[in-house]
């Protein structure tokens, strides 16, 4: 089975500063798909960064960016320019091609202090 | 906007007492997920719906339920709400098969309470 790791419950980053969020995954699978949920205080999740896993280059969107290390298993999310707004659970997913549902880790919470 | 609107934002049910969560998608999307989420736990999917065709996940209990009457609207119900079912509900909605990014879009969620 797939497991999804985020071993870090809570972190704090000053404003304008850059925090990395870390994530692991277990799988057997080569196919797949990785993604980083952001859920901001009784909003919506919504999406904030995906790679596929045959993609060599990691994925940048904006500020937000991934160090996606396939041998290793790892998956992280680096958030340069920290913004008050960006505080946030932010949730780790892995998806194996050919199945729908997501399989998500236990969610860091970040506090952006001003 | 186009969006996935869950109803009502926050349920009080009493154990026992059944209780069904609704949401809707203006979307047109043909996927369809249930998830639950304990507090600071991850979301777990109870359920897809990929047009009719409905794909439960192997540890759902019974107790859980589901329905999908049109493209737009899916329905999560609960037979017999127990304590330990207090939990956000979150559904979600995704347009294409598996082969892509298939991109999940989530409502605000119904935090359910059971007295």
């Known amino acids: 089975a797939q497991t999804v790791t985020q071993s870090q419950p809570e972190m704090s980053v000053q404003e304008a500063e850059t925090v990395t969020l870390s994530c692991t995954y277990d799988t057997s699978e080569s196919d797949y798909y990785l993604f980083w949920y952001k859920q901001p205080p009784s909003r919506q999740m919504i999406l904030v960064i995906r790679q596929e896993a045959y993609k060599q280059q990691n994925a940048t969107e904006n500020r937000f960016s991934v160090n996606f290390q396939k041998a290793a298993k790892s998956f992280s999310l680096k958030i340069s320019d920290s913004q008050l707004g960006d505080a946030a659970m932010y949730f780790c997913?892995?998806?194996?091609?050919?199945?729908?549902?997501?399989?998500f880790g236990s969610g860091t919470r970040l506090q952006v202090q001003p | 906007d186009a969006m996935v609107i869950q109803n009502p934002r926050y349920q009080v049910t009493q154990f026992g007492k059944p209780v069904t969560l609704s949401c809707s998608q203006t979307?047109?999307?043909?996927?369809m997920y249930w998830y639950q989420q304990k507090s600071s736990q991850a979301p777990k999917l109870l359920f897809h719906y990929y047009d009719k065709d409905f794909n439960n996940e192997a540890d759902t209990p019974d107790n859980f339920q589901s329905r999908r009457p049109n493209t737009s609207f899916c329905f999560l119900d609960i037979r017999s709400p127990g304590l330990g079912d207090a939990a956000m509900y979150l559904c979600a909605t995704s347009r294409v098969p598996a082969d892509s990014y298939n991109e999940q879009f989530f409502g605000p969620g119904t935090r359910l309470t059971v007295l």
């Open positions: 979307l047109n999307h043909n996927v």
């Open positions: 997913a892995y998806r194996f091609k050919g199945r729908r549902a997501l399989t």
